[in-house]
């Protein structure tokens, strides 16, 4: 038995996989070629590559540093008038769950935080199916995040390869044979990664059938703003869903639409059928994020808020979400400008039909693997490039080296 | 018939319920002696001078912006605040085998470890591993240690209400009749709720029987600084057992010694074997936290960065500190005074040989509910005391109605 001071409790401990997407980040890093593009990154960049502060996030912030307010801990559930103005932005302001009080909403460490708050508490409480429907493909932490909080995973078709776009029939057809009471997992908007949005026509047939099958809706809206530049219609499909009875379960994220990454803001949200079963449900989700974080941290929560209940900042940010989303839909118009100006002889609507920050360009691996080595432009191997990487400066060449990859 | 027909509604968090009883009670002279915050001599919230610096410097660095941190963290602030923790001339950090995970708060990072230790810890996925906690301990590590897996969560001896001081016959003993492997959680100083802590001889003791019997080291250090006023000082159990070889972890929090307890800042720091290990052991963690919050938040990260890696704020923070520290000493050396001065039935002294934010009064649940009732004085049922919410202004009262409650309710 080796000495004390040479044993280790952790040489089982096993290497964990490199995130392929931060090794995109480091590759890219790595490359010395001034052309070098990464369109890897998950976060917004200007015309010019860089990271974008709101100007209504500065005013906050000024605002906010002028009252000097103090540190004292957040409930357990969070900011209240950030958790009220959170469930507005998505519900609408006169959505009857609100009046009636019968939603639950609490602040939540971003996305990722909120997502697996609600996993946490399928979990515990859910007595129907351990599945969570997934759509295939999906943002890649949600697999995870289901699995650590005790989920087992399945999937509904829902990107159709051979037209870069909605596989409507086929995720139809899936949906239609979910057993009862399983969990099925919605992007609200801007599908990540595939950038495909069901039709309103569409998603009015999906929340037929999710009823018929007696499914609980799970709404992943991490976009909302940032898709169409319409806060109100990206929540579309939520209100839609609520208003056609289903009382879901719904994540919100403003890393993207107030560029707040960092500070981690969310929320959480579990619509009850009445205000009675809202309050057990809070006092449980009190439970369960009592021992991981105590409660979550104010600084965002608190920039968020101000933003939403000052109007003219409010105005503010509604135009610079509605700037952010614009810059993106251009990008997406001139990149096909540029793939038809190159000569390209490929289909290339489905870029311009995607929203969102992420575009499956239908890329596949081979190629990826050319243009990242021909061209210096790193994505992932699934085809999927990140819009906000794109600028005016750079679209040609990145056209130009799609085309070469692909004739 | 609703899916969530079946939620029960759960008990409330005891030490919030007490602060919302206390909200609403209109008694001019109430007190608040609950939760575990710092207050100034005018009972008020205190935003640390150095905090309200730091801060201003932030918002005012337009070259700032709000992206993404890494999975694990700021690394100024990793490394930082694990210096903090070890020491400047720490060998564990020169020989590169110390790491930190950016968590929400203490308990972020005690979750974070307690999940690695679940997944990776004697065997893989072994949820039968005793996990020891003090009697009694903060509530929330039960539930940090059952939320991420563990089966068998077990109290090991602490607090001797007949001495009213440590129980180490019964902690020792405890420690030596424990399953090999099994994991204790030790307070690192200033014992939440008991105020009591070892000293440097009780805890090589506690040491050699934890080396001898290979239980696992998982400190939790939420008050460094705060109790004797002195960092260095305050983290001498951490650093005797890293100097012992140990590998352990150190559940870090900033909300108390920073004052920013809303912006949840704590990291949990890993001291292995060697580099090696080291990195594996980051590559679970990230794994991990990815899961949890993908990412950890920035502002309160930076505030400690900034100011423990620069020597001018370094040492304005340590004053501010210290600051923090004398008001409570100062109000624990008056408590006992009165108490004495009173005649209150039975000795005191504990109050003043006890350390920190907390005191465990001794005072009964009867006598508690007295205390609340009659003369609106909140504390938790268990007779612990935020002695941050005595001031110069409350104190007599408060002596008073202890006096009272022990004279009047057996």
């Not at chain 1, 799970?218 to 579309?236: E, K, L, P, V």
Request: with cysteine; proline share 5%; aromatic share 10%.
């Amino acid at each position: 038995l080796e000495p004390f001071v040479l044993r280790s409790w952790w040489g089982g401990v096993q290497m964990g996989p490199p995130d392929p997407i931060l090794g995109v980040t480091e590759a890219f890093k790595r490359d010395t070629n001034p052309k070098k593009m990464n369109l890897g990154v998950g976060a917004y960049r200007d015309d010019k590559g860089k990271p974008f502060v709101l100007s209504c996030v500065r005013k906050a912030e000024a605002l906010i540093a002028a009252k000097q307010l103090d540190k004292e801990y957040l409930p357990i559930g969070g900011l209240g008038d950030f958790t009220k103005a959170c469930a507005q932005l998505a519900l609408g302001a006169n959505n009857e769950v609100l009046s009636s009080g019968r939603n639950i909403t609490v602040q939540t460490i971003s996305g990722t935080g909120s997502l697996r708050i609600g996993a946490n508490f399928l979990s515990r409480f859910h007595g129907g199916s351990r599945d969570v429907y997934l759509p295939k493909p999906s943002w890649g932490n949600h697999t995870p995040i289901f699995r650590d909080a005790g989920m087992q995973l399945k999937a509904y078709r829902y990107y159709d390869p051979s037209t870069c776009g909605f596989d409507f029939r086929g995720a139809l057809e899936d949906i239609s044979k979910i057993p009862e009471q399983s969990v099925i997992l919605l992007h609200a908007c801007a599908h990540n990664p595939t950038g495909v949005d069901p039709k309103q026509e569409q998603w009015k047939e999906i929340s037929d059938i999710v009823k018929k099958r007696n499914l609980l809706v799970f709404f992943d809206m991490a976009y909302q703003g940032f898709a169409s530049g319409d806060i109100d219609r990206d929540a579309w499909a939520v209100r839609y869903f609520i208003e056609q009875g289903h009382n879901i379960l719904l994540s919100q994220s403003f890393a993207k639409n107030m560029g707040l990454y960092g500070e981690r803001v969310g929320g959480f949200t579990v619509v009850c059928k009445d205000i009675e079963e809202s309050k057990r449900v809070e006092s449980q989700l009190k439970i369960l994020i009592r021992p991981i974080y105590s409660n979550p941290p104010m600084n965002g929560a608190r920039i968020a808020t101000t933003i939403l209940n000052t109007p003219e900042l409010r105005l503010l940010w509604l135009e610079e979400v509605h700037g952010m989303a614009n810059r993106i839909i251009k990008m997406r118009e001139q990149l096909v400008a540029g793939l038809k100006k190159s000569g390209s002889s490929h289909n290339w609507q489905h870029v311009i039909d995607q929203i969102g920050m992420f575009c499956f360009t239908g890329l596949k691996p081979e190629q990826v693997e050319r243009l990242t080595k021909e061209f210096s432009v790193y994505m992932t191997k699934d085809g999927r490039i990140s819009m906000a990487g794109i600028s005016s400066g750079n679209v040609g060449y990145l056209a130009e080296g799609i085309h070469a990859v692909t004739k | 018939m609703s899916l969530f027909a079946d939620v029960p509604q759960a008990p409330p968090v005891a030490v919030f319920k007490l602060t919302a009883d206390f909200r609403e009670d209109s008694h001019p002279q109430k007190v608040n002696l609950g939760v575990g915050a710092y207050r100034t001599d005018d009972c008020l919230p205190w935003v640390l001078p150095v905090v309200k610096k730091v801060e201003r410097l932030i918002v005012e660095d337009n070259s700032l912006n709000h992206e993404y941190l890494p999975i694990l963290g700021l690394p100024e602030f990793r490394s930082a605040a694990s210096k903090v923790a070890l020491g400047d001339d720490s060998p564990a950090i020169k020989d590169n085998r110390v790491g930190g995970v950016q968590a929400l708060g203490g308990t972020g990072a005690l979750r974070i470890g307690a999940e690695f230790l679940r997944r990776w810890y004697n065997g893989v996925n072994n949820t039968s591993t005793p996990i020891y906690v003090s009697a009694p301990t903060w509530e929330n590590h039960n539930g940090v240690f059952a939320d991420a897996g563990f089966k068998d969560i077990r109290p090991y001896h602490y607090w001797d209400a007949a001495k009213r001081g440590l129980d180490l016959t019964g902690l020792l003993d405890d420690l030596e009749k424990a399953p090999e492997h099994s994991v204790f959680v030790l307070h690192a100083c200033a014992h939440n709720p008991t105020g009591t802590d070892p000293t440097q001889e009780e805890w090589k003791k506690i040491a050699e029987i934890m080396k001898r019997r290979k239980l696992f080291v998982f400190f939790d250090s939420a008050y460094q600084g705060f109790a004797s006023g002195n960092l260095d000082k305050d983290a001498w159990a951490i650093r005797y057992f890293v100097s012992e070889e140990f590998e352990l972890f150190v559940a870090q929090s900033f909300s108390k010694n920073f004052g920013l307890y809303n912006e949840r800042v704590g990291n949990l720091t890993v001291v292995a074997k060697d580099n090696e290990n080291l990195t594996r052991i980051l590559s679970q963690m990230e794994k991990i936290v990815r899961t949890t919050w993908s990412n950890p938040p920035s502002q309160g990260a930076r505030v400690v960065s900034k100011t423990l890696n620069c020597p001018e704020l370094f040492a304005e923070w340590k004053g501010n500190v210290k600051t923090m520290a004398d008001r409570v000493l100062f109000m624990r050396d008056e408590l006992k005074s009165k108490l004495q001065a009173l005649g209150t039935p039975g000795t005191w002294d504990h109050i003043t040989q006890q350390i920190g934010m907390f005191s465990f009064t001794g005072l009964n649940p009867k006598q508690v509910e007295f205390m609340i009732k009659e003369k609106h004085v909140y504390l938790m049922a268990s007779g612990r005391i935020n002695m941050c919410g005595l001031t110069t202004k409350n104190i007599d009262y408060i002596a008073q109605a202890i006096h009272e409650a022990v004279t009047k309710v057996q």
